[in-house]
């Protein structure tokens, strides 16, 4: 009796086309983001990517990112939030009035009015969650009445300037024990410690989807796609560190994303918002209290409108009634070009983060260039409605 021998072929990581079209739909915003950015350093004769420009884009669109968290798990959850610009605008007016006319330390200050942020937050929420009123109505009605409140509070006047410690939250920078004289070390370290953490996180991911079984990206694009991430944080980390180093700012919206991007992917709360916007209905038949989650969303969102508010204020070290005046477009814009669905159920806090860079660069770069405001209200209305064209057509699909 003979036995036969059966060898089997080994398998492939994964298939490279499949893989490639796959990364395309997976990166594809990041590369948007990187197409755009080369563009406007061409038009801009190499200004965009100067370390004082760099951390000017950082510095302006901080509060709009910290926003966009918020936002993100709101427009997630199948809701929106329209009262963010002026919740941001008055929690600054209410900053103002405690430092500089009553003197108090920044510290409680600031605890304060990030309690407060969230007793607004939760106070539309109620509405919205409890009651079934639609949080359009709601946060309209909240838009209008803290813009009002804000300007009741400062007294129809800009109020300031704030002390030099509250200051330092959105205008300082990480200190430099190494006293560099052209490269702050400190900087650098960090920001190459974040590029060795991003490697290791992604091998380590990859080597559990192997243990898994689960299929994996064929290993040259493995290599390939990090190694490339990985050199353009050392690279961005560089060019901060050339001028003044890492700013605060900076610091707290990695911290935020790094805690956001934990929640939605890898707890039970995240997934339970999601499913809240995936479908109501089944998520309440499945035992989720979606009252609660709804009522919770808001809270958050009130929070970090408040700290996005004493972002600001600091960085414009002065309280002013028009503070906050259109902030709600560009955190909305931000969420839905990040690929976030305007029915709920869809978005990454990446995606998030990337469409708020992607407005910010672009008002940047066109400012830059000279193109009046007049013209980049109109690309950037564009670019938003071609953002959710595509989340339709892929819907459809």
């Not at 030099?164 to 990480?174: A, K, R």
């Not at 039970?268 to 999601?274: A, D």
């Amino acid at each position: 009796m003979t036995t036969q021998k059966t060898t089997l072929a080994p398998q492939k990581s994964g298939n490279t086309t499949g893989f490639i079209g796959k990364a395309l739909r997976e990166y594809g915003l990041l590369i948007s983001l990187v197409v755009i950015m080369v563009f406007f350093q061409i038009m801009t004769n190499g200004t965009l990517f100067q370390p004082l420009n760099l951390t000017n884009l950082i510095l302006q669109n901080s509060y709009i990112i910290v926003m966009a968290l918020g936002m993100l798990l709101v427009i997630v959850a199948g809701h929106i939030d329209l009262s963010v610009g002026s919740v941001s605008g008055f929690i600054g007016a209410v900053a103002a009035v405690l430092m500089v006319e009553y003197n108090m330390h920044f510290v409680p200050a600031t605890i304060i009015c990030l309690i407060l942020g969230g007793v607004i937050g939760a106070a539309q929420g109620y509405w919205v969650a409890f009651y079934k009123i639609p949080s359009f109505i709601v946060t309209l009605a909240g838009m209008l009445v803290f813009k009002g409140l804000a300007l009741a509070v400062l007294g129809g006047s800009s109020v300031g300037p704030f002390p030099s410690d509250f200051q330092l939250l959105s205008t300082g920078f990480i200190p430099d024990p190494f006293q560099g004289e052209t490269i702050r070390i400190a900087s650098l370290a960090l920001g190459l410690l974040m590029a060795l953490v991003l490697l290791i996180s992604r091998v380590r991911e990859r080597a559990d989807r192997v243990k898994h079984g689960m299929g994996n990206e064929p290993m040259f694009f493995f290599v390939l796609i990090n190694l490339i991430f990985a050199g353009m944080i050392a690279a961005f980390s560089f060019m901060l560190s050339s001028y003044k180093g890492l700013p605060n700012v900076l610091i707290v919206m990695l911290l935020l994303m790094f805690v956001y991007d934990f929640v939605t992917s890898q707890t039970t709360v995240g997934r339970r918002i999601y499913a809240l916007g995936g479908n109501e209905k089944a998520a309440r038949l499945s035992g989720i209290n979606t009252e609660r989650l709804t009522f919770y969303t808001f809270i958050n969102m009130g929070v970090l409108a408040a700290l996005a508010g004493l972002i600001f204020a600091a960085r414009l070290n002065t309280a002013t009634p028009k503070a906050g005046l259109g902030f709600e477009l560009d955190v909305i814009a931000a969420c839905f070009i990040g690929g976030a669905s305007a029915s709920g159920g869809v978005g990454k806090v990446l995606g998030a983060v990337i469409g708020a860079f992607i407005m910010g660069v672009m008002n940047n770069g066109m400012s830059i260039m000279g193109i009046g405001i007049d013209w980049q209200q109109v690309i950037k209305g564009l670019v938003l409605l071609a953002a959710v064209c595509v989340d339709v057509y892929n819907k459809k699909k």
